[in-house]
């Protein structure tokens, strides 16, 4: 009896569930006024967003980093040069990092590059392409027309130090802008990316090469600092052995001249002191000589570099939102937000009206 009665609960419930739904589709078409019109609204809103939207042009560099010592040729292997610890995807991000410091960002930001047919730095460039004169300029006080007239941040004003912060906030992004670069890495083939993202292809290009140059420049030299600086106090060391050297056998040639071949004591004990002290700078130039060819060996052996894999070159296509893509996307949530309030609306008014 107790089966019985499961059953018919079960067969009232799923009929209760088949009417509702039955329901909710009549109210939907009793009101697809609503959702048309909601349709219409995101088609023309993402139609206006597509239309104010500016073409911007990508410019990507890869790249992957190589050391010729065993234990460094991976990139979680080298960053100990950098003073980041031995690895991991915590480290791999302080690396990309380092591309957003001011010691990188700083010189990228004042190379020459022309665009337009106007050489000038790559701050001024955005600042003039950005229109920093209407946007930035107001918010920090500074008066129209400001251009950066030299690098040397010793000799800037004020002035100067505002407008570099602004345009390098611009540069690595802030909350209302998301910056005109990035970075990024990938743990499976060991390739890292710099792209650049801008309103001039030119830009974009001068940007991306001028980074990438950047980043090698303090890579290297910071991986190599010490055997760099063993090499040079060894290089300098051996000079100053070969020119001893070359001067006590000029003296000694010039004494044995001077002496006009007399068998002196004395001329002797002087000769043999000179040839004594040659076979000493000798014997000690061969040892720093060999010294130093080990210390260029090793430095060398440790020396890493980064091969391009593939560089922006210009022209550059213009990018842009697919259309296409935004349509869909908009009218699909139109579609979602318009039954979903008709359905509550209607669930709404059934719990009032049955109370």
């Given at each position: 009896m107790d089966s019985i009665n499961n059953t018919q609960n079960d067969?009232?419930?799923?009929?209760?569930?088949?009417?509702?739904?039955?329901?909710?589709?009549?109210?939907?078409?009793?009101?697809?006024?609503?959702?048309?019109?909601?349709?219409?609204?995101?088609?023309?809103?993402?139609?206006?967003?597509?239309?104010?939207?500016?073409?911007?042009?990508?410019?990507?560099?890869?790249?992957?980093?190589?050391?010729?010592?065993?234990?460094?040729?991976?990139?979680?292997?080298?960053?100990?040069?950098?003073?980041?610890?031995?690895?991991?995807?915590?480290?791999?991000?302080?690396?990309?990092?380092?591309?957003?410091?001011h010691r990188i960002l700083k010189p990228?930001?004042?190379?020459?590059?022309?665009?337009?047919?106007?050489?000038?730095?790559?701050?001024?460039?955005?600042?003039?392409i950005y229109d920093f004169e209407n946007t930035y300029w107001p918010e920090t006080s500074l008066e129209k027309g400001f251009y950066f007239q030299n690098e040397h941040s010793e000799n800037w004003s004020i002035e100067a130090n505002k407008a570099f912060k602004t345009t390098y906030s611009h540069t690595i992004g802030h909350e209302d802008f998301r910056g005109l670069f990035s970075t990024s890495y990938s743990e499976d083939s060991g390739i890292a990316k710099?792209?650049?993202?801008?309103?001039?292809?030119?830009?974009?290009?001068g940007l991306t090469n001028n980074i990438f140059i950047q980043l090698d420049s303090f890579y290297v030299k910071n991986t190599t600092e010490k055997e760099q600086l063993n090499v040079d106090v060894l290089k300098s060391k051996t000079?100053?052995?070969?020119?001893?050297?070359?001067?006590?056998?000029?003296?000694?040639?010039?004494?044995?001249?001077?002496?006009?071949?007399?068998?002196?004591?004395?001329?002797?004990?002087?000769?043999?002191?000179?040839?004594?002290?040659?076979?000493?700078?000798?014997?000690?130039?061969?040892?720093?000589?060999?010294?130093?060819?080990?210390?260029?060996?090793?430095?060398?052996?440790?020396t890493p570099f980064i091969q391009v894999i593939d560089e922006p070159l210009l022209p550059l296509s213009p990018s842009k939102p697919s259309l296409k893509k935004r349509l869909v996307l908009g009218i699909f949530f139109a579609l979602f937000f318009s039954v979903l309030f008709i359905v509550l609306r209607k669930i709404y008014r059934d719990i009032m009206f049955d109370n």
């Amino acid at each position: 009896m107790d089966s019985i009665n499961n059953t018919q609960n079960d067969e009232i419930s799923l009929k209760d569930l088949i009417l509702k739904v039955r329901d909710f589709i009549l109210e939907i078409k009793a009101n697809f006024l609503i959702v048309a019109i909601s349709c219409l609204l995101a088609s023309v809103f993402v139609f206006f967003k597509h239309k104010t939207t500016p073409v911007v042009y990508n410019a990507t560099l890869t790249y992957n980093l190589h050391n010729s010592s065993n234990s460094g040729s991976s990139f979680p292997g080298i960053l100990g040069s950098f003073g980041l610890g031995g690895g991991g995807n915590e480290n791999l991000d302080k690396l990309l990092e380092l591309t957003k410091s001011h010691r990188i960002l700083k010189p990228v930001l004042f190379q020459k590059i022309t665009i337009d047919g106007k050489n000038d730095f790559i701050a001024n460039h955005i600042i003039r392409i950005y229109d920093f004169e209407n946007t930035y300029w107001p918010e920090t006080s500074l008066e129209k027309g400001f251009y950066f007239q030299n690098e040397h941040s010793e000799n800037w004003s004020i002035e100067a130090n505002k407008a570099f912060k602004t345009t390098y906030s611009h540069t690595i992004g802030h909350e209302d802008f998301r910056g005109l670069f990035s970075t990024s890495y990938s743990e499976d083939s060991g390739i890292a990316k710099i792209s650049s993202s801008s309103l001039s292809a030119e830009l974009s290009v001068g940007l991306t090469n001028n980074i990438f140059i950047q980043l090698d420049s303090f890579y290297v030299k910071n991986t190599t600092e010490k055997e760099q600086l063993n090499v040079d106090v060894l290089k300098s060391k051996t000079d100053s052995l070969y020119k001893e050297l070359k001067a006590t056998e000029y003296n000694l040639a010039s004494f044995k001249d001077n002496s006009l071949r007399l068998q002196r004591k004395t001329d002797l004990m002087k000769t043999a002191q000179y040839e004594g002290k040659i076979r000493m700078l000798y014997a000690a130039l061969a040892k720093a000589t060999e010294n130093l060819e080990l210390a260029d060996y090793s430095l060398r052996h440790q020396t890493p570099f980064i091969q391009v894999i593939d560089e922006p070159l210009l022209p550059l296509s213009p990018s842009k939102p697919s259309l296409k893509k935004r349509l869909v996307l908009g009218i699909f949530f139109a579609l979602f937000f318009s039954v979903l309030f008709i359905v509550l609306r209607k669930i709404y008014r059934d719990i009032m009206f049955d109370n």
